[in-house]
């Protein structure tokens, strides 16, 4: 995109810049908090919650930044579209830490727990994988403002949504067969759960990419009237 003004192109790439900036964090914290639940690393969780505080302060920058250009500028179409969109996208991330924040304070918790060791530990850390795999094909897609890549990372969601439901039948199924176990299990299931509304949150920041290029908003495309 060519604007007649060169401060104004380097606003909108201050934003941009900073989402990025942020969405790598988000990218790290996760890792670490997977890595955490495994092994209880108490220097793993204080790093996350320590990263927190950035993410919530670079959301915040993000926000000023995309109300101070909208005011000074007025952009229209393409450029309104993509400050606004990159707001919506920090607040995405935002939301993404702070389910990882709940998983890393909890993961110490865990680990004193021997039955939920003995539990879907590894199916968890399976749809950990594909949700911070998801994540970064979002960023990269946004970064790219590449539609064909958010597309296929909108697509992976329903195959995190089924893991998610498969995960859930096998504790329900654990819980069952042993009501010792119940309590661990109800501990997986808020795992999983965390992981699968942080893909929820990464499929928004592809939807996003869509609204800025082609200027129509696909999180209803399938929707009636």
């Known amino acids: 995109m060519e604007h007649t003004s060169k401060q104004f192109e380097q606003e909108l790439e201050a934003i941009r810049s900073t989402l990025l900036a942020m969405g790598g964090i988000v990218e790290t914290q996760l890792e670490r908090a997977l890595e955490a639940i495994a092994s209880g690393d108490r220097a793993l969780v204080d790093a996350v919650v320590r990263e927190d505080k950035r993410v919530n302060v670079m959301q915040m920058d993000i926000d000023r930044m995309g109300m101070e250009t909208i005011a000074k500028r007025q952009p229209a179409a393409v450029d309104l579209r993509q400050i606004l969109c990159t707001m919506q996208a920090a ?88 009501p010792r176990a119940i309590s661990a299990g109800i501990d997986v299931a808020f795992l999983a759960k965390a992981i699968e509304r942080a893909a929820d949150h990464t499929k928004n920041i592809s939807e996003y990419v869509i609204h800025i290029v082609q200027g129509r908003d696909p999180r209803h495309a399938t929707s009636k009237l």
Do not use: C, P
Not at 165 to 171: D, K, P, Q, V
């Open 91 to 178: 607040n995405d991330l935002e939301r993404i830490g702070d389910e990882i924040k709940k998983i890393a304070e909890r993961a110490q918790q865990f680990q004193t727990n021997e039955r939920f060791q003995s539990l879907r530990l590894n199916e968890v850390k399976h749809i950990g994988t594909l949700v911070t795999s998801m994540l970064k094909e979002a960023l990269n897609a946004f970064a790219r403002l590449d539609v064909i890549a958010a597309g296929e990372v909108i697509g992976r969601d329903s195959a995190i949504d089924e893991e998610f439901e498969r995960i859930m039948r096998l504790l329900v199924t654990y819980m069952m067969e042993d």
